[in-house]
């Protein structure tokens, strides 16, 4: 069913229930990777609250979480230059650091988060994207935990807005 976010209207692309047992088996993944650390989850702010929340509620191991929040976007067009907008709360120092993300496309905002938190001398660095757009990719960041990959089209939904409208859906939406 097409819905309609502001001026655009948007089909149904990853359904609630497809995007909750990927996540799941992703959360397992990470446990088992983790060989006893206690990782800190960091979410990319604004689009990576309900990635973080459900993501977390399937790891089984001890984690910490807090939250970042960078800007990269007007209405549907990356604007190429990354703003950091709130920072890091927590020491990372000699811990391992999951960034989740809700989406990675051209890879800037991982380029300076990277920056970032490198700064900061963590032990390791893990890159989690629920979505991946390989197409518009161009960095060389290694993303260790992808949940899709998807086509360069836009969407919406499950905590993606469309000039902040559009993130409350509990299912991903391409623009048609």
């Not at 990269?72 to 650091?97: A, E, F, H, P």
């Given at each position: ?53 459900d993501l977390v509620k399937h ?118």
């Open positions: 069913m097409e819905i309609q976010v502001l001026d655009k209207t948007f089909i149904p692309f990853i359904d609630a229930e497809k995007i909750d047992v990927r996540l799941k088996a992703l959360a397992a993944q990470i446990e088992s990777d983790m060989n006893g650390e206690v990782p800190v989850f960091i979410g990319v702010l604004n689009g990576s609250f309900m990635v973080l929340s790891y089984k191991g001890a984690c910490e979480m807090s939250f970042v929040k960078m800007a990269s976007y007007i209405g549907t067009q990356s604007t190429n230059k990354v703003t950091q907008l709130l920072g890091l709360d927590v020491d990372v120092t000699d811990r391992v650091v999951i960034l989740v993300e809700d989406i990675v496309d051209t890879g800037n905002t991982l380029v300076t988060l990277k920056d970032i938190f490198d700064q900061h001398k963590p032990k390791n660095v893990k890159i989690f994207t629920l979505c991946l757009k390989p197409e518009a990719y161009t960095k060389d960041i290694p993303l260790d935990y992808v949940g899709f990959e998807i086509e360069n089209k836009f969407i919406v939904g499950y905590g993606m807005d469309y000039d902040k409208h559009g993130r409350n859906l509990s299912e991903i939406y391409q623009i048609k």
